[in-house]
């Protein structure tokens, strides 16, 4: 890509940006809210959300991972209103997120 971020336009969920990011995190997904382009929202509101590519990529996360975290977000945004349902997106997340450890590589010099 030309880029390490790309913005999600969530007018069709009919959710702004900053809820959809207040829910995201309930479920430990990171993005932030964002105006898009010709953006209706103001932008303490935004109509988007930026979602980072380094931390999915710093943990070695390619396609069919990438896939899966769209899945979660979906399933976080559809199903934004039924706590039980985020607590399982939740544990999956975190299930998912083991897969994928952060290392250090510390030496002593």
């Known amino acids: 890509t030309d ?5 999600l336009d ?3 969920k009919d959710i702004t940006g900053k809820k959809a990011a207040l829910i995201l995190e309930e479920v430990n997904i990171t993005v932030n809210k964002n105006l898009i382009p010709f953006d209706p929202k103001p932008p ?8 980072g590519t ?3 990529t710093t943990r070695g996360i390619e396609k069919d991972g990438i896939d899966r975290i769209a899945d979660f977000i979906d399933e976080a945004l559809s199903n ?10 939740k544990a999956k997340v975190i ?4 897969e994928y450890p952060l290392y250090l590589d510390i030496k002593d010099e």
């Open 95 to 98: 299930d998912f997120i083991q």
């Open 10 to 12: 969530l007018r069709s």
């Open 54 to 56: 380094p931390a999915i």
């Open 44 to 51: 303490v509101v935004a109509s988007g959300i930026r979602i």
């Open 3 to 7: 880029t390490h971020l790309f913005l």
């Open 80 to 89: 934004r209103d039924d706590p039980g349902i985020l607590g399982e997106i």
